[in-house]
C-alpha cells in the first residue's frame, strides 16, 4: 500500500518524516496524473498546490479550523488529503467525488460555490462569526492571483483590512495565471514582484550570511521576514496589501513544503487577519503540463500520460462560435471581444490570435466586461461578449441598467448554457433565460444546431440598438436539422398528421423534440414540431401556431420558472389562446454532478419520457372523464 492510500485525515501528516512528505508529494502529483489522464479534470492548478495544501494541514486543523478555496477547481489535493481517495475513481462522475468542494461528501468542506473572488468574503465572516462566538478558531481563504482581479474580492479586503480580531490566514497562490496568463494592473504589479532579480537575490544573500551567524543568525532572519516592508519598498514593487493595512507575509516557495509551513505557523501566531504570497507553478511537477503554453493542463480531456497528448475531441459548440466570429470580424471592422479571464474557454483565441488589438480580456471582473461593453457600443463598436452562461448572473445589474437602459448594441454569447453535469451545480448554465426575461428589449437567441449558431449570432451583431444574447450548450453540436418551413421567424422542423400537439423545442432542445414528434408519429398523434430560434421576444407566429393545436408542449433546457416556457404561456394568455400548454423544464433545485444524459433523463428531460407523458395527456384530453394536470392560461 503506498503512503497515500493511508492518509484518512489531515492529523496522518502530522508524525511523517521531510523525506516520507516529499514522498507522499511525488504519490500526490503521480496520482492526480493518473487520474486525470482517464477522465480529465483540473489537473494543472492541482498540482500546482500540493506543497501549499500539505502546508495548511499540518499547521492548521480541519475541520476546527476552515480551509476556504476559492472557485476550489484546486482543491483535490484537499480532498485526498481528507480521506476520499477511493471517490477519485469516478471523480466528477455520478457517485464519485466532485471536481469542487462539497459539504455532502465531508465536514472538511466549507463552500461549495464554483465562482471566483468570493473566497475573501466567506472567510471575512466565518473568522469575524467565530470571533464573536469567543471561538479560537482560524480560518484560511486560498485565493489565486486571478481571483484577486475580481472586484469581489477587494471588495472583502477593505473589510477584512479593519477587522481587528479576526484570526483569519489568506494565502496568495501566485502562479501568474487563472485559467491563463492573468490579466491587468494587479498582475503586472504582482509578476514584477514574483520576478525581480534584485528582490530574491537580496533575499537570498541575507538569509545565506545570516544563518551562517550560529545562535542568533536564524532568528535575526526572521525578524527580517517580519520587518521586510521597508527592504521590499526599496528593492522591488510592494504595499499591494500592506498599504490596506494587512499583515504581510512573503513571497514564499509555495512548492517549499518546510518554508511554507514556517510562513504559515508564523502567520497563525498574528493577531488579525494575514496575507501569505505563496509562489507556485501551475502544473508543477509534470512536464507536459508545465509547457503546456495555452493553460498548463488547466482542465484537459483525457490524455496520454507519457506524451501529454490529449485524445482526439471532435468538434464542440465553442470551435463553432469561435471560428464564426473570425469570419464576423473579418467582415466587420467595428465587432470587438471582450471575456472574463476565459480567451480559450470560451473560443476566443482565434479572434484575439488575428484581431488583438480588438480583443479585450478583463480578468475575472463580469460586471465591469458588461458595463465597458455598453461604453464601447456607445462609441460606435459592437462588442461580443463571451462567458460561461452561470457568470452572467454576476453581471445582471449591468445587463439591466447599463446596457438595455442605454439600448447599447451589446451581443452576450453564452458557452455552456443549460445543463452542463460534470461541473456540479454551480456551473448548469440553468438560470439565463429566466432572469433576462424581465430585461426591456433585450433578444434572446437559442440555436438548436451550428448551422444555426452561425445564423443567429450574424443576426444578433446586426442589432444596434438592443443587447442581444445567444446561448449554447456544452459539448458537441448534434446533427444540423433542416427546416421544412419557415413560419414568421420560427423553424418547422417536422409536420405530420392532424395538428394534435405542437412541440416547441428552445435551443438543444430542439433536437429532443424532433425525436418526441417522431415518437408521437409512431403512436398515431398529429404532431408540429417547430424550433423558435429566437424565444425572446416571442413570435407572433408561435402563438398562432399555439391557437390552431389541440395541445402545447414547451420543451427547454432552464429553470422551470419563470423561463422561455413560462413567458410563452403569459403571451398566449394575452393574446387570448386557450390551448391546453405542458411545460417541461429544470426543475428549480441544485442539481448534482453527472453526466449531461444522465441528468436530463434523471429530471424527464429525455425523449422516452416526454413521449410517453404526452401520449398521457393526449389520452386525458381526448377522454374527459381522465382528469389531467396541464397548464392552461387564465
Known amino acids: 500500500m503506498g503512503r497515500l492510500e493511508s492518509i484518512t485525515s489531515p492529523r496522518d501528516l502530522r508524525d511523517l518524516t521531510p523525506d516520507e512528505l516529499a514522498d507522499l508529494a511525488s504519490e500526490i502529483r503521480d496520482f492526480l496524473v493518473a487520474t486525470c489522464a482517464r477522465g480529465g479534470g483540473h489537473l494543472g492548478p492541482n498540482l500546482g498546490v500540493v506543497e501549499l495544501t500539505m502546508a495548511i494541514h499540518r499547521v492548521f486543523d480541519s475541520p476546527t479550523d476552515r480551509v476556504v478555496f476559492d472557485t476550489g477547481h484546486q482543491a483535490y489535493v484537499h480532498k485526498l488529503l481528507t480521506g476520499r481517495m477511493a471517490g477519485f475513481a469516478r471523480l466528477k462522475q455520478e457517485g464519485g467525488v466532485s471536481g469542487y468542494p462539497s459539504q455532502e461528501e465531508s465536514d472538511h468542506d466549507v463552500v461549495e460555490n464554483s465562482h471566483a473572488s468570493t473566497a475573501l468574503s466567506y472567510a471575512d465572516g466565518l473568522a469575524k462569526a467565530y470571533a464573536i462566538r469567543g471561538e479560537g478558531r482560524h480560518v484560511v481563504a486560498v485565493i489565486g492571483d486571478g ?115 514556517q510562513v504559515l505557523a508564523r502567520a497563525k ?56 466570429m473570425v469570419r464576423i470580424g473579418r467582415r466587420r471592422q467595428d465587432v470587438v471581444a471582450i471575456t472574463a479571464a476565459m480567451v480559450h474557454p470560451v473560443g476566443l483565441d482565434r479572434f484575439q490570435s488575428h484581431f488583438p488589438e480588438r480583443t479585450f480580456d478583463v480578468g475575472i471582473a463580469e460586471q465591469h466586461a458588461a458595463t465597458s461593453a455598453a461604453g464601447l457600443a456607445m462609441g460606435g463598436l459592437h462588442p461580443v461578449v463571451a462567458l460561461y452562461a452561470t457568470f452572467l448572473n454576476r453581471a445582471f445589474d449591468q445587463v439591466l441598467l447599463d446596457c438595455a437602459l442605454h439600448r447599447c448594441g451589446v451581443t452576450f454569447v453564452l458557452d455552456r448554457a443549460g445543463v452542463t453535469g460534470d461541473d456540479g451545480a454551480s456551473h448548469n448554465g440553468m438560470w439565463d433565460m429566466s432572469v433576462l426575461q424581465v430585461v426591456p428589449g433585450l433578444r434572446l437567441a437559442a440555436p438548436r444546431d451550428g448551422a444555426r449558431l452561425r445564423e443567429l449570432l450574424g443576426e444578433a451583431v446586426e442589432v444596434d440598438d438592443a443587447p442581444t444574447v445567444v446561448r449554447f450548450p456544452k459539448g458537441p453540436p448534434p446533427d444540423d436539422i433542416a427546416a421544412v418551413d419557415r413560419v414568421g421567424g420560427v423553424d418547422v422542423l417536422l409536420r405530420n398528421g392532424t395538428r394534435d400537439v405542437l412541440v416547441v423545442g428552445v435551443g438543444a432542445m430542439a433536437t429532443t423534440a424532433v425525436d418526441v414528434g417522431e415518437r408521437l408519429v409512431a403512436q398515431g398523434i398529429g404532431v408540429t414540431v417547430v424550433d423558435p430560434r429566437w424565444v425572446m421576444p416571442v413570435d407572433p407566429a408561435l402563438v398562432e401556431l399555439a391557437r390552431d393545436h389541440g395541445l402545447v408542449v414547451h420543451l427547454e433546457d432552464n429553470g422551470r420558472v419563470g423561463g422561455t416556457g413560462a413567458r410563452l404561456l403569459q403571451e398566449l394568455n394575452d393574446a387570448g389562446v386557450t390551448t391546453p400548454f405542458r411545460l417541461h423544464g429544470i426543475p428549480q433545485e441544485f442539481l448534482t454532478h453527472a453526466k449531461r444524459a444522465a441528468i436530463l433523463e434523471r429530471i424527464g428531460l429525455d425523449a422516452q419520457s416526454l413521449a410517453r407523458g404526452i401520449v398521457e395527456d393526449v389520452t386525458a384530453l381526448a377522454d374527459p372523464q381522465l382528469a389531467v394536470d396541464v397548464d392552461q392560461p387564465r
Not at 185 to 211: C, F, I, W
Not at 238 to 245: A, P, T, V, Y
Open 147 to 261: 481571483a484577486l482581479t475580481g472586484g469581489m474580492a477587494w471588495e472583502a479586503l477593505n473589510n477584512i483590512a479593519i477587522a481587528r480580531n479576526s484570526r483569519l490566514v489568506i494565502v496568495v497562490n501566485d502562479n501568474g495565471r487563472s485559467y491563463t496568463p492573468t490579466i491587468g494592473g494587479l498582475a503586472t504589479a504582482l509578476t514584477s514582484l514574483r520576478t525581480s532579480p534584485r528582490y530574491e537575490q537580496v533575499l537570498d544573500l541575507v538569509k545565506k550570511r545570516l544563518n551562517a551567524v550560529r545562535a542568533i543568525g536564524p532568528a535575526a532572519y526572521d525578524v527580517l521576514h517580519a520587518v521586510k516592508k521597508g527592504m521590499k519598498d526599496a528593492i522591488a514593487p510592494q504595499g499591494l496589501f500592506e498599504d490596506l493595512g494587512l499583515k504581510y507575509v512573503g513571497p514564499v516557495d509555495g512548492h517549499d513544503l518546510a518554508a511554507m509551513e
Open 269 to 324: 501566531r498574528f493577531d488579525g487577519p494575514v496575507i501569505v504570497h505563496a509562489l507556485t507553478r501551475k502544473g508543477f511537477g509534470y512536464d507536459a503540463a508545465e509547457q503546456h503554453e495555452a493553460d498548463q493542463f488547466h482542465s484537459p480531456g483525457p490524455f496520454d500520460v507519457e506524451t501529454g497528448e490529449e485524445n482526439p475531441k471532435g468538434e464542440i459548440w465553442t470551435d463553432v462560435f469561435s471560428e464564426e
